[in-house]
């Protein structure tokens, strides 16, 4: 009997376009900062993206773009994953002598093992964005605050989760972010986890957040906001 895990709908629809999602590994680090002899543990979710091969597919599969200001972040959460579907394989039909013997073999005793923890949910941390400006899209105006959520955050034990090459969002950091939003609560979510993120610095020049693993976004690494707006309002 082997169990398949699913993620959770909300997590499965903030995290769309992953191909691969699953812890990959932790870190224990002193917390002697704080004062204690505690430890606590960074760990990664692993992904693969297969959203977008080009800068017009991403800008294409976003609702709306936006330059956007990061102005609260919210307490993370768990998204529970979906049960686990367990498959049974009948026992087989069988007579004779190799029937009878398995008839009369004695109950096997309960395993003994102590059960080994399985992972039963996605760390989820919401923030809130202030739009700048709408550089793609309808339904969105300068000033409206949108929820944006992002797979990553504390979890209940006080250990930080981060997704890999998906950087959380920082209070007060401006990026001009392509979005899409799910179904299934409303929240926006970046599209491609880092390929719809390009942060924006305070000379105006803007730098994707992953771009040793995507090359259509390192093509922007220290172009303008103009520039970045050009080649966004240049696709139909």
């Known amino acids: ?5 699913v993620l959770g709908p909300l997590a499965a629809a903030t995290v769309i376009a992953v191909g691969v999602f ?20 960074l760990s990664w979710y692993d992904a693969t993206y297969f ?5 017009t597919g991403l800008t294409k599969g976003a609702k ?55 992972d039963d949910g996605t760390v989820m941390t919401d923030f809130t964005i202030e739009v700048l400006a709408v550089l793609r899209g309808t339904g969105i105006q300068p000033g409206q605050q949108l929820t944006v959520a992002q ?8 250990n930080q989760v981060l997704m890999q090459g998906d950087p959380l969002l920082r209070v007060g950091d401006q990026e001009i972010l392509f979005l899409q939003q799910s179904p299934v609560n409303g929240k926006y979510y970046t599209l491609g986890g880092p ?16 771009p040793e693993e995507f090359a259509y976004t390192a093509a922007y690494s220290g172009k303008t906001v103009q520039d970045l707006t050009a080649a966004i309002q240049a696709i139909n």
């Open 151 to 158: 797979t990553g955050g504390t979890d209940g034990q006080g």
């Open 51 to 55: 959203c977008c091969t080009s800068f």
């Open 22 to 41: 699953a812890l990959q590994r932790t870190y224990t680090t002193p917390r002697g900062a704080y004062g204690t002899n505690t430890s606590h543990q």
């Open 1 to 5: 009997m082997k169990p398949t895990r």
């Open 195 to 210: 390929q719809g993120r390009f942060a924006v610095s305070a000379a105006g020049t803007v730098q994707p957040k992953d």
């Open 64 to 118: 709306v773009v936006v330059v956007s200001r990061v102005t609260k972040a919210l307490p993370s959460y768990v998204v529970p994953n979906d049960p686990p579907v367990v498959v049974t394989a009948p026992p087989p039909h069988l007579t004779g002598p190799k029937a009878t013997m398995i008839a009369s073999a004695p109950t096997p005793l309960p395993n003994a093992t102590p059960a080994v923890h399985v």
